[in-house]
């Protein structure tokens, strides 16, 4: 049954999502997380360019105490590097490391099937509704 609560309905989602993805990653990859697999493609695409934590609290919406400490664990098992960063001396840059990357590397066809998997049924005519819908609701929250 529906509740009349679109928030508990998307949060009852994610919360499956997350947590089936979370128990499939743990079963491979041991130590890594949905978010940190999210953290390594994004350094992983980005290596263009010098990414500071700012960014990775920015452009996933979390605070600097959740970026802090999931950045700290990717570094204690090796997936990242923190260095100094020449342009600004009291940040550093993140530096994805030959595990991170072999990690990306793997998770991201995983992570291709899982969304396949969700959008089963689905038409790109509803998928692109339903993303300019989603876009909208962000863009209401963050007035």
């Known amino acids: ?3 009349p609560y679109i928030s508990l309905n998307m949060g009852v989602v994610v919360n499956q999502y997350q947590r089936q993805i979370n128990q499939d990653i743990s079963r491979t990859e041991g130590a ?3 978010h940190q697999c999210w953290i390594l493609q994004y350094l992983t695409e980005h290596m263009d360019h010098p990414v500071r934590q700012k960014e990775i609290e920015q452009i996933f919406s979390i605070r600097r105490s959740t970026a802090n400490t999931m950045l700290k664990t990717m570094e204690k ?3 990242i590097r923190r260095e100094d960063d020449p342009e600004d001396a009291r940040a550093k840059q993140l530096i994805i490391t030959e595990k991170g990357r ?3 590397v793997r998770m991201t066809d995983r992570l291709k099937e899982y969304d396949e998997l969700m959008l089963k049924g689905i038409s790109s005519e509803e998928l692109q509704v339903f993303s ?6 962000e863009k209401n929250i963050r007035r």
């Not at 300019?132 to 609701?137: A, D, G, H, V």
């Open 1 to 3: 049954m529906r509740t």
């Open 32 to 34: 890594l997380t949905i």
């Open 77 to 79: 098992n090796g997936y």
């Open 102 to 104: 072999d990690a990306s």
């Open 132 to 137: 300019n819908i989603l876009e909208r609701m």
